[in-house]
């Protein structure tokens, strides 16, 4: 039996309220980032949040911050062959958020965290610090996940495999990333 950790039971609790829903199953089907769902890529973001805003000083609403955090990039289809008015990048936001009011009650900080995630590529930066913490966790991961693939795809291709291999673990690990 593997043993839980006190922040996997905080995590699961503050998660599963939205996840036992099956809303955000259909979220399993797109991809996001390299070979990334949406759906892993919206938990990495919430469990990297929530780590985060444990280690911090200042206090935060947890469950505002997790359900914001796993509806960040609910959009629903795949950005990769959908035409938009506007690049994806700048859309989902508000797309997301539409997607997540019509299936959920969200509060002003889970709404500002949806619509403020892509900050600065989007222009007005978030109101709350749950917004701009998610903000950066997702920064952080959309990152990791770019990184890796890229290093993965480099690889197979033979040029300087296990150079380029570690590289891309590398710049995907470091804090700055």
């Known amino acids: 039996m593997k043993r839980q950790y006190k922040y996997d039971i905080i995590f ?8 036992e829903t099956g809303k955000l199953e259909p979220m399993r089907q797109f991809i996001q980032h390299g070979t990334c769902t949406c759906y892993d890529h919206c938990l990495t973001v919430a469990r990297t949040a929530l ?4 280690k911090l000083p200042f206090k935060f609403k947890m469950d505002q911050l997790v359900r914001g955090a796993l509806l960040h990039d609910y959009f629903l289809y795949d950005w990769h062959t959908v035409k938009l008015d506007k690049l994806h990048g700048f859309a989902h936001p508000k797309i997301a958020l539409e997607n997540a009011r019509k299936e959920f009650d969200l509060t002003p900080i889970e709404e500002n965290i949806i619509v403020r995630h892509m900050f600065p590529l989007t222009p007005v930066p978030p109101k709350y610090r749950e917004s701009l913490l998610v903000t950066i966790a997702d920064k952080h991961c959309a990152n990791k996940e770019f990184f890796v ?6 690889a197979k291709k033979k040029v300087f495999a296990p150079i380029v291999h570690i590289f891309s673990l590398l710049i995907a690990t470091l804090p700055w990333t």
């Open 51 to 54: 780590a985060m805003a444990m």
């Open 149 to 154: 693939e890229l290093g993965h795809k480099l």
């Open 12 to 19: 699961d609790s503050l998660a599963s309220p939205i996840l």
